[in-house]
């Protein structure tokens, strides 16, 4: 029994899996909680210590309901640098409403901003400076090309400047520039201020960057990328999320690659995973989504054999992210292996897609939250969806009476395919969880 708290303790992102086991009464309403809470609750009753009786029953429909209502107020999108939202089927970034106080001053602001960097860049070039402080601009122009602006993407890129230009602000470092280089730089950091004065978004980002309360540790920092990676190669490698979408995950990443301060470092990592947070709030909304319209268009015990076939990929996928490929090939499988009779397979497949990526990101986002306790909500929202789906099996009713359904009819099968992910390592001794 201490080997079983230890491993629903290690895997606190999914806890021991014991799903789609024909338990008898009353495992299945003590295994109903959330991982690692149902492993304590079995144990307390293998021990004696536990009246299955005192458990609360399974949520009815007005708890139901408030638990949806939840789940939307967890995943509303926040200010970030990037948001998400469905179009044609797809995760997809969408434009951040930036809306300037005045639109005539802020136009005029970036016209002066464009100019000054396009000026600091070519006299860069021309004395072949540092390549550093070149991307560093370079990557600031191709923010103020890009259609729509963002406002949180040049809230990085100033970062990044602003870090160059302390670090070179030496009588050495200038010598690695061009004379004047230092004023050229505070002049255009300070019209970029100018700029960002005027997009009230701007602060709402930065609160919700200071929230994330990131510490300047180097082995956390790594963990957390190394984590937030995680999600953007689950994102990258399904067919459910759009270039631009994997795009918006990847777009700091040079820049922090370059960062040369802690500090610096810290903000960029901030200003990524706010990005990646909203993507994981997409994926959580986007399968509750396909949830809902196969429940409307099945009958239900159909609707939660679905369900459960897609869940049941969780073990195959549980090593990390997967690639595109494989990714298709786990979702052919669990198609193929729907019980027979199952109805319109293609109302099902949207179900199947998202899963899949919900499942792969479960896992770095219950390492996130580790670090990051403002994370925490969203954790609790992909697993209360994660519940919902499993634990109504398709041979029992919400009251935990038998239907019609057979057992072995609707008893889903886990897809063959069993990836393993690259064993890494982390300085000293920070390490992933391993994930079973």
Known sequence: MTSLEAGARALFETGLDVTNNPLPPPYPTLIALDQPKATDTVLAYLRGELDPATLPDTPDGDEEGEAAENLAQV???RPAAYRFGLRDGLIDAVPEPAEPIDPEVAADLLAELRDKTHDLDERLAAANADPRVRR???RLREALTGEPLRPGLLLSRARSIEADRDAFDTPEGRAELFPDAIAHMNDVLLSLQDVLAVYPVVRRIEAERVALDIQRDPERLEAIALEAAAIASAAAGSDAVTPAAVTALTVNDAAIADATTLDVRAGLVADKLLVVANLTREAIRAADRADTDVAASLPDSDAQAAKAAAWAAGPSISDGPLSAELS??????????????????????????????????????????????????????AKSLRHRRTARRPDSDSTGGATTASTTDHQPK???TSPRREAKTRKKGVRRTKRT
């Open 75 to 77: 995943t509303e999108q």
């Open 414 to 416: 886990s897809p063959s």
């Open 136 to 138: 560093s601009v370079d």
């Open 328 to 381: 298709r090939r786990i979702q052919r499988e669990i198609l193929e292996n729907l019980p027979p009779g199952i109805g319109d397979v293609a109302r099902i497949a949207p179900l199947v897609v998202f899963t899949v990526v919900l499942l792969q990101v479960l896992g770095p986002l219950g390492l996130l939250a580790g670090f990051i306790p403002t994370l925490k909500p969203l954790v609790g929202a």
